[in-house]
């Protein structure tokens, strides 16, 4: 199928949006009329189309084209139609918003080590439920995606590679190819596709997503120096957050002035010789710590409110 993942709703302002995707080949991806061409990372395809002219307060059903051809939402889809809600005058906002996440796993003692996914409860509980009791937006506050702490489908995955350096581990994932993996397994689930289809999402990694304890001394940063693999691991943890996570949550003036953005439509990048910087946008006003495996519903006012 030509949409390897995705669609997912990312920025969305009073008459825009942002709608992220990855392709199986270069493409034009379509969205409400709007367009936009791939770019590609290391042999993936991926494109985020700008979309214009909604109205304020509204609820617009969508679905994406891949060159002409339909292929979200799927033919058989037991889901409510996608839809991109803008903002409104409402004053109050409902967030829904958690970190933590393990992707949904197959082994049962691991399934029972871990509880239900929270994020996979909720999706299939909003998917019964009327528009006026959905979030507005979803917040992923950190570890979307483990490095470092594999599932046994993803070690027998990569166990099976005949390509993979001698040198890289086999309890962790280093190269760009196998993060895309990574995002793949999490975000491919029906329940949290379709969630993320539907409700705004902003995000941001926290340690898991490059490696448990990231730089938390300089001894910790010496050490894991001097492994081979460590370097092409920094580059595809990098990497893959800026095209799977950064990206999406610029405003439409941001990605008009990023450099990097600019030039991801017009440039193909090999992860192991890309020079791109990494952007993380404006200092946050709110520091959140995060709770293994939680998602929460909450009710937050509006600026001005």
């Known amino acids: 199928m030509p949409l390897a993942l995705g669609p997912v709703l990312r920025h969305v302002g009073e008459t825009t949006a942002s709608v992220w995707v990855q392709t199986d080949r270069a493409a034009t991806v379509t969205v409400l009329g709007c367009t936009a061409r791939t770019f590609e990372v290391a042999g993936h395809h991926y494109a985020l189309v700008p979309v214009t002219g909604l109205e304020p307060g509204t609820r617009t059903p969508y679905t994406v084209e891949v060159d002409g051809e339909r292929v979200w939402p799927p033919i058989a889809h037991p889901f409510p139609p996608s839809v991109i809600p803008t903002r409104g005058a409402g004053p109050?906002?409902?967030?829904?918003?958690?970190?933590?996440?393990?992707?949904?796993?197959t082994d049962p003692t691991l399934r029972a080590r871990l509880g239900i996914d929270a994020l996979d409860?909720?999706?299939a509980r909003m998917a019964r439920r009327p528009h006026e009791e959905w979030p507005d937006a979803l917040l992923l506050l950190g570890d979307q995606v483990y490095a470092d702490e594999l599932t046994p489908r993803l070690r027998r995955r990569i166990a099976a590679r005949t390509d993979r350096h001698p040198d890289w581990p086999d309890d962790e994932i280093v190269g760009y190819d196998e993060y895309a993996g990574l995002y793949r397994d999490s975000w491919s689930d029906p329940e949290i596709r379709w969630l993320l289809s539907t409700?705004?999402?902003?995000?941001?990694?926290d340690d898991h997503d490059?490696?448990?304890d990231w730089n938390t001394s300089a001894a910790w940063r010496a050490q894991m120096r001097a492994k081979p693999w460590w370097r092409e691991r920094i580059r595809a943890g990098l990497a893959s957050y800026w095209v799977y996570q950064h990206l999406g949550n610029l405003t439409p003036d941001e990605l008009a002035t990023d450099a990097d953005a600019a030039r991801s439509a017009s440039t193909t990048a090999t992860c192991g010789r890309c020079s791109w910087t990494w952007p993380t946008g404006p200092t946050p006003r709110r520091t959140v710590r995060r709770a293994r495996g939680s998602a929460s519903a909450g009710t937050w006012a509006a600026p001005g409110s």
């Open 92 to 105: 109050r906002l409902r967030v829904l918003f958690g970190s933590c996440r393990y992707a949904k796993v």
């Open 210 to 212: 490059v490696r448990d």
């Open 121 to 123: 409860a909720y999706a």
């Open 199 to 205: 409700v705004p999402t902003a995000m941001i990694f």
